[in-house]
């Protein structure tokens, strides 16, 4: 039978930490927590909780930090998790590795909550590689990923993250940002650092500061690599956000052969459109079946959170709660009641809801 550990990097982490190891304790051999300089009782914590503490010395790089974990933790099998992270399905996928030979890296669905509570978040599904067999190391100063010989295998195990919520952005910020430009120093072409320099200064709303970050991610990123869809995405919200929507339209006709299926593609597609007829009402009659047919479009799809970075919702009913108060606005009653009603019942049958529903008397994001 193989060997099971949690394997984290912390450093003052004393808000979640708890939360995190309860969430596994019963699931795994050991679990291994490497603070890197924490000063709010982090390690006390941890032990309390069952965790094993070593040390680290930070050095600005997480993928460092990372192996220096692995390497403590000495297991067949290695669950990697962050503090403001916890598991909430999946355990017997988990189990299941014991049987396994540690020959690829297991793949987790890991659900971020976005937004100022959780009352009023949005939720989207990322799919990252979060169980390592032994020998598996990291590579990167942030944003670190494994070496990438190792095979991927998704598993069936849900994690959620709330490291995106308001509070924290304004608790870390900065940090990455640092971090971002040191490795974008040694590597100023590497598309994926692009991306993710944009995608935090995007989430601090610093709109014209991100787009030249994902203008150089787009130029450099592959059709086939999975954060691409993400980068789209966030690139068409920019650009509304900086009202340069003729550049937004553009780029979302030049992506549609490989996202039109998508419902988050669609989704952002309509309120693009519908931001545009408001700062343009001369374009607004021609701008109105297009945003009724994405947003139409996106119920259509359905849900597909098996896609990189898609919002839970923007399938279903965000999409129907846009739809009814985009018919209010155009004086349809009928029809905006419609979908009014289809909202609810698509809330009501969601499977994994949204921490949270979309204000009645506005158009939603899903952002």
């Known amino acids: 039978m193989l060997g099971l550990s949690l394997v984290m990097v912390a450093r003052n982490e ?36 069952g965790a094993r503490v070593e040390h680290f010395a930070w050095c600005n790089d997480f993928a460092a930090a990372r192996n220096a974990a692995l390497a403590h933790a000495d297991a067949d099998w290695s669950l990697v998790l962050d503090a403001d992270e916890w598991l909430v399905d999946g355990a017997s996928a988990l189990q299941m590795l014991r049987t396994q030979e540690p020959s690829y890296i297991g793949v987790l669905r890991v659900d971020n909550l976005y937004g100022p509570d959780a009352e009023h978040a949005s939720r989207s599904a990322s799919w990252l590689s979060r169980v390592l067999p032994r020998g598996a190391r990291y590579e990167g100063r942030i944003h670190e990923q494994p070496s990438a010989r190792w095979p991927r295998r998704r598993l069936a195990a849900v994690v959620l993250h709330d490291g995106y919520m308001d509070a924290a952005i304004r608790d870390k910020q900065g940090r990455n940002e640092a971090l971002l430009h040191l490795a974008l120093r040694e590597r100023p072409d590497d598309a994926y650092l692009h991306y993710q320099l944009g995608k ?168």
């Not at 708890?18 to 019963?26: D, G, N, P």
């Not at 869809?229 to 920019?238: E, G, Q, Y």
């Open 14 to 49: 004393a808000r979640c930490i708890e939360r995190c190891l309860t969430s596994v304790r019963a699931h795994v051999d050991a679990m291994l927590v490497l603070d890197t300089g924490s000063i709010d009782g982090t390690p006390e914590m941890a032990r309390r909780h």
């Open 200 to 367: 935090d200064l995007e989430l601090r709303r610093r709109f014209g500061e991100a787009w030249p970050h994902y203008q150089r991610a787009l130029a450099g990123a592959a059709c086939s690599d999975p954060w691409r869809h993400d980068l789209v995405l966030r690139s068409l919200f920019t650009l509304k956000k900086l009202s340069r929507h003729g550049e937004a339209v553009a780029l979302a006709e030049a992506e549609m052969p490989a996202f039109g299926d998508s419902p988050d593609y669609c989704f952002a597609l309509g309120d693009l459109l519908l931001d545009w007829a408001a700062h343009d009402p001369s374009r607004a009659a021609g701008l109105v079946p297009l945003i009724e047919s994405a947003w139409q479009r996106a119920v259509a799809i359905g849900e597909r959170p098996e896609l990189p970075d898609s919002v839970h919702g923007r399938g279903s009913f965000l999409a129907a709660h846009n739809l009814a108060v985009l018919y209010d606005g155009l004086r349809q009653p009928e029809r905006a009641h419609h979908w009014r009603e289809r909202e609810q019942t698509m809330r009501a049958a969601a499977i994994l809801c949204a921490p949270g529903s979309a204000p009645q008397a506005r158009l939603s994001s899903g952002a």
